[in-house]
């Protein structure tokens, strides 16, 4: 039982290189979100997901791309790196629900990828 | 659009010491969501407070959800070792799907 599964664990990039994160979940979860972490920044959304084929825009979501063609997978791609995108990326799933029911919407989150830009 | 304020941002005690963490919404909110990250690790999932007014508990750790919706707390018994890292509020509008706006985050540091 996997759960989330991001890659690479950690990646260092020159500036205007692309590459792509992966994220798998193995938990027929319906919503998958990126987030990227930053000191004294908390946990800001990037993009999410509500299903296949359905992509949003969170509070972060300049200069990243996703698409999702699967349920499992939600792919988080960088076309032209800088260094304000150095930090470390999470992606996160969830079943879907009713906010008011106990255990719908909770996260679970991958182990995270560290992107450094030079 | 949403904001979730938490404070404090970091929080040193003496193990054994008491700690609080607190939690503010700009708007309502449909549930509220504590998660818990060690250093170097990932956000893990605490507890999910939905009703007004509601308080759980786990062990030594105590979640509030304010009358209105629109606060918490996370409060830690005696602290030990094993309770250092990052706290994380996360507030849900709206009605389904898990777009979660976070606090920044309270990093708890515990001296033995």
């Known amino acids: 039982n996997a759960g989330v599964t991001q890659t690479p664990k950690f990646q260092v990039l020159k500036t205007g290189q692309s590459m792509t994160l992966q994220c798998a979940q193995d938990m027929n979860h319906e919503y998958m979100s990126w987030y990227r972490q930053d000191p004294g920044m908390g946990l800001r959304l990037i993009h999410y997901?509500?299903?296949?084929?359905?992509?949003d825009q969170g509070e972060v979501p300049n200069g990243y791309n996703v698409s999702r063609s699967t349920t499992e997978d939600f792919p988080l791609r960088l076309l032209s790196a800088a260094p304000s995108q150095t930090s470390v990326y999470f992606c996160a799933s969830s079943s879907s629900g009713l906010a008011e029911v106990s255990g719908a919407n909770v996260l679970t989150f991958g182990a995270g990828s560290r992107l450094t830009v030079l | 659009g949403q904001q979730v304020m938490q404070i404090p941002q970091y929080q040193h005690v003496q193990e054994g010491e008491d700690f609080t963490t607190y939690c503010n919404s700009s708007?309502?909110?449909?549930?509220i969501q504590w998660y818990k990250q060690r250093p170097g690790g990932h956000p893990v999932f605490l507890i999910q407070l939905v009703k007004s007014g509601e308080v759980k508990k786990q062990k030594r750790l105590t979640f509030q959800f304010g009358e209105a919706k629109k606060n918490s707390s996370l409060h830690i018994t005696a602290t030990q070792t094993t309770d250092v890292g990052t706290y994380f509020c996360?507030?849900?509008?709206?009605?389904?799907?898990?777009?979660?706006?976070f606090g920044q985050g309270t990093i708890l540091t515990v001296h033995p």
């Open positions: 997901s509500v299903g296949a084929g359905i992509t």
């Open positions: 708007t309502t909110l449909s549930n």
């Open positions: 996360a507030g849900l509008s709206g009605t389904s799907y898990g777009k979660l706006t």
